[in-house]
């Protein structure tokens, strides 16, 4: 376990926190007006090894080559001057800090830490973090790399869970959720949507399927994949039939020879699940645990509710979600920060996406 203190005065900030695995949603801007709620599990932390928040530069003032020694490889509208490592926590886990008054501005209904760290130590009113809860912005405390310490307490985090381990104790994360929106006179309103960690997790791998096609068609199994791949990859690709194969594999899973594996990121860890034997050789595309669990091991629902008492074979009498009515769109801006990323953009059937996102959702494809 670990507390983070003020660099300054030494001042806690934290309660004891466990180690995480960066969301892939940690940055994401979800629609307008919308209330997304907390984006870590209490007494847990992330940390993003990339520069983020203010200063910003405009690309025009990036040379390619420092832009490529960061490892981004397509232009972007701005990248951050600001320091790498910037952790990560749930709001209710912060201690000892207050709010900066003339930095509390946001874009209009609440804080989007546009203006640097809007929390200080209350001992020694460093600023050493950012609260964020403005509308379409994930709830979160920013802790300023530069403002403070991490130390240890208590026994050392115990071992990450294995694979198998994972695999009984997860819960996969629902790809369709109410979506609220602020309150009116009427009180809070709600929809039933996409859930925005879907589109964010298909958006980054998204950008993996299309660096791994070389090019090509590409083939997604069945299920779920259908609904959130092909579109955009049938768009964004040459038209024919696939040349490249994806398959799932992971824990629990058959081994199969392909060209692309769609593959489970640790919850903890961040490490991807390496695929031996056929698709050892294959282009691995990351998805966040609960999203691939989801996808490999779809719950069956009973053909309609069930009354009375459960007949064999039925495993629950509810009936499944509220479906959405939109296609399923990924997340813009998960893509092009991943896609930038991947040196394959240089390449001939990729260089142009990034120049044309807007263009794209303009289409109803992000």
Known sequence: ??????????????TPLSRVALPAHAHQKYGNGIQLPVLMEPGTFAEDPEPWGPPWRRWQEIHPDEAAARGIYAPVYAL????????????????????????????????DGADGPN???AVCDLPVASRIDDCSLWQAVWLAP???????????????????????????????????????????????SWSPRWEAAIGRALAHLLAASQGQPVAVPDGLCKEVFPRALDALLPAGPPARRAVLAGPGQPSADADIVLVPTHPQTGQTWIPAGPAASAYPVPLPFGVWLELA???????????????????????????????????PGAFQHTLVRLPAVRGPWLRGIPENLTQYMRAGLF
Request: glycine share 12%.
């Open 1 to 14: 376990m670990f507390v983070f203190v003020c660099g300054g005065c030494g001042a806690e900030l934290t």
């Open 80 to 111: 951050s001057d600001g320091a790498p490592g910037s952790i990560v926590i749930a709001p209710g886990d912060a201690r000892g800090t207050v709010l900066i008054p003339e930095r509390a501005g946001g874009y209009c209904c609440g804080l």
């Open 119 to 121: 929390m200080a130590c």
């Open 146 to 192: 530069n403002a403070v310490r991490r130390l240890i307490v208590g026994r050392a985090d115990s071992a990450s869970p294995t694979w198998a381990e994972l695999l009984e104790e997860e819960e996969p994360t629902p790809p369709f959720e109410p979506i609220g929106t602020w309150g009116s006179r009427r009180g809070p309103n709600h929809f039933w």
């Open 297 to 331: 091991f779809p719950k069956p629902y009973p053909p309609v509710p069930a009354s009375g008492g459960m007949p064999d074979g039925v495993l629950r009498d509810d009936p499944p979600a509220p479906r959405p009515r939109s296609l399923f769109r990924a997340d």
